[in-house]
């Protein structure tokens, strides 16, 4: 009765083969077929999000689920009544609703920074918008980054420069770069969000599809939070760039032959995106044009009124030759034309 141990057949076995000796009993390999584990391709995903960010200098946060609507209402964005998923039993205000998005917890953590006299904050999340699509609830992957104050951190050799809207532009052009996406074009789009500012941001877009959006947070939004610093921001949803064709990567040998570079500057009007002429230089070129640059815009004294001058680099070769100067200056007057 003191063995209360022993339930089974299986543990009157394990005692006899105790008392008799386990090195008696002989080996054997186990049988059956190994399967090899595979991570979903979601998880695939923002593992290479996360280490991406990781490398380029942000940290990645954890937030709560939850989030006060009324702050999500005064960033524009769902309200009480309009698709938010609220909590039957709250713990506070500040909780009462599962976030429909999640910009407005890493401006949280910026403003919790910056009351800490820590001004330059780069952090990301890779969590889910919750919302209500036609009466049911509906989740989706969400990337989203913020960042304010110095784009590096202070030292001698570093300029000391203020973050911009083109860093977290690059930042999640870089995103989509390491998930597979390739001719990612820019939408000047100023509603491409409504907590950024009109003119000061955009979206990102493969073959028509959104697959990203960035900008500047606008001062409303900033008052929201008590963030005295501009504070800029990107986010991707995840859910719609997995569902793209990717192609899988290949490789491509190192070249052998020397390149070819040129510079170019166009005069043109304000209200003409570079992403339109770089798609022009880019269709001009041919086969040989390997990369376009930009690498300086001006405006001011010599420039005419309304106008802009931008520079690119164009960089020239061929896989199976050097190239000629006939080859490179065709290729190049037909940019130019």
Do not use: C
Not at 82 to 107: T, V
Not at 275 to 300: H, K, N
């Amino acid at each position: 009765a003191f063995r209360r141990d022993i339930a089974i057949e299986e543990d009157l076995v394990e005692e006899v083969i105790r008392v008799w000796g386990y090195d008696r009993i002989p080996s054997t390999l186990p049988g059956g077929t190994l399967i090899p584990a595979r991570r979903p391709r979601t998880l695939e995903q923002a593992v290479a999000a996360r280490r991406a960010l990781v490398a380029a200098g942000l940290d990645e946060v954890i937030t709560y689920a939850f989030e006060d609507p009324a702050r999500e209402a005064a960033l524009g964005l769902a309200s009480s009544d309009d698709g938010l998923l609220r909590l039957l039993n709250p713990l506070s205000q500040d909780a009462s609703a599962l976030k429909s998005d999640l910009m407005p917890a890493l401006l949280r953590v910026i403003a919790t920074n910056v009351r800490r006299q820590q001004p330059n904050v780069r952090v990301f999340e890779i969590f889910k918008h919750y919302a209500r699509v036609r009466g049911e609830p509906a989740e989706s992957r969400w990337l989203a980054l913020a960042l304010t104050g110095a784009r590096a951190n202070p030292a001698w050799y570093a300029p000391r420069e203020p973050a911009d809207v083109f860093d977290a532009k690059g930042l999640a052009e870089h995103v989509l770069a390491v998930l597979g996406l390739r001719d990612v074009a820019v939408d000047a789009d100023p509603g491409a969000h409504p907590y950024f500012e009109p003119g000061r941001g955009g979206r990102l877009v493969v073959g028509g599809t959104a697959v990203a959006a960035f900008g500047e947070i606008a001062l409303p939004a900033r008052e929201v939070f008590d963030i005295p610093a501009p504070v800029f921001g990107a986010t991707i949803p995840l859910d719609v760039v997995a569902a793209l064709a990717v192609e899988p990567p290949r490789f491509v040998a190192l070249p052998r032959h020397p390149s070819v570079q040129r510079d170019v500057a166009f005069v043109i009007p304000q209200s003409l995106p570079a992403a339109e002429v770089e798609q022009v230089i880019r269709s001009a070129g041919g086969a040989l044009l390997r990369s376009v640059t930009l690498f300086d815009l001006y405006a001011g004294e010599g420039v005419g009124p309304g106008t802009r001058s931008l520079a690119w680099r164009l960089t020239f070769r061929a896989d199976d030759r050097t190239l000629t100067d006939a080859e490179v200056n065709d290729a190049y007057a037909r940019v130019i034309e």
